[in-house]
């Protein structure tokens, strides 16, 4: 984030002036959004990080979303679909996010089944079309030069089919380099699906209290 060019243009009443080069040393700070999106609801929520992509950022994001918005809308339910990209924070092969995934399941009591895009098929992920695509439209030509900006700016953004978007600043640090042993592993409680089960799997709850 700093007064750097963000591509795009806008009307404005007087030129502003910007860096043409977002080097990260005349950085204020780096933003990094990671979205949920509903596809039933037509609404999304973004967790704005300050630190690291991790995995644990990743399902504390969608830890942010199922206490805000999910639980008001399907508090009764038993069960979370996720479809996420095959690499990244979320990445099917990353131990990180599988261990987290328990302790969310855990937590809230639900059934978390995760459906990975293959690898290089993540352009068909319907938050990259029904969601990111309208924010980046919504924030084209403003340079991103504050946290509040990048949230506002992700929040105010609305299309006519009725998209909403929330924004949230999360502000932990979440470390890298996390190991997991095979012991964290063979503790969990995940089933992989027979198609495709590096792909598919369902993680389930081990105790039944809700938060």
Request: charged share 20%; glycine share 8%.
């Amino acid at each position: 984030m700093g007064n750097f060019k963000n591509a795009g243009q806008t009307w404005r009443c007087e030129d502003k002036r910007v860096k043409a080069h977002d080097f990260p040393s005349q950085a204020v700070g780096k933003a990094i959004p990671y979205g949920v999106y509903d596809i039933q609801a037509n609404a999304g929520m973004v967790n704005v990080g300050m630190s690291h992509d991790t995995a644990e950022f990743a399902v504390e994001s969608m830890t942010k979303w199922w206490k805000s918005v999910g639980s008001r809308h399907y508090g009764g339910s038993k069960r979370l679909l996720i479809c996420a990209d095959s690499g990244g924070s979320n990445g099917s092969r990353t131990r990180l996010w599988k261990v987290a995934l328990q302790q969310f399941s855990d937590a809230f009591a639900l059934k978390v089944t995760v459906l990975h895009y293959p690898p290089g098929t993540s352009k068909w992920n319907k938050i990259e079309h029904k969601m990111f695509s309208f924010i980046s439209i919504n924030w084209k030509g403003e340079p991103l030069v504050s946290y509040e900006a990048v949230v506002n700016l992700i929040s105010t953004t609305t299309t006519k089919a009725g998209l909403r978007v929330v924004a949230e600043l999360d502000q932990n640090n979440y470390a890298t380099g996390i190991k997991i042993s095979d012991k964290q592993m063979d503790e969990l409680s995940i089933r992989y699906h027979k198609k495709h089960p590096a792909w598919n799997y369902t993680v389930s709850p081990r105790r039944h209290t809700r938060m």
